[in-house]
C-alpha cells in the first residue's frame, strides 16, 4: 500500500520515524488518513526532518520502498491544475453556446414583434381608410 508521509524523528541508530498522513486508495485516488499512524525505517533515515515520502508498505507494515515526493506531488499538483482548466474551458464554451442561443431567441422574438408591429400599423391604416371613407 502506498503512503504521503513526513519524516518525524531521526534516531542517532540510523532510523526515521514516518508520520504517515495519506493513503492512496483503489483508482489512484488519495484520502487522508483519520489518525495519522507512525513507523520506523531505516530506508528514510537519510531524509531530514520534515521532508515528504511516498512509502509503500508491505502488509505486516514494513518499509518496503521510500522515495522523495516533491516531484511526484508537482505532478498530481500540474495535472490537476491541466484537468481544472479543461474543465474552465468546456464550462466557458457551454456558457458561450447558451449565449448565443439566448442572442438568436432574442433576435427572433425582436423579429416577431417588429413584424407584429408592422401589421398592426397596417390594420391601423385600413381602420383609418376605412372610418374616413
Known sequence: MLYLARV???SLFGQAELQLLAQQAEGG???PLRQPERVTSKEAASYNVGVLLLVE???NRQ???VEEAAMKLVEMLHSLSQARSLADLAEI?????SLTRQSQEL????A???ALQEQLQQW???LREKLSS
Open 107 to 110: 433576435s427572433r422574438r425582436e
Open 112 to 114: 416577431e414583434m417588429a
Open 57 to 59: 508498505l508491505a502488509e
Open 63 to 65: 518499509v518496503q520502498r
Open 29 to 31: 485516488v488519495w484520502a
Open 93 to 97: 464554451e457551454s456558457w458561450r453556446q
Open 124 to 126: 391601423e391604416a385600413r
Open 8 to 10: 518525524d524523528k531521526k
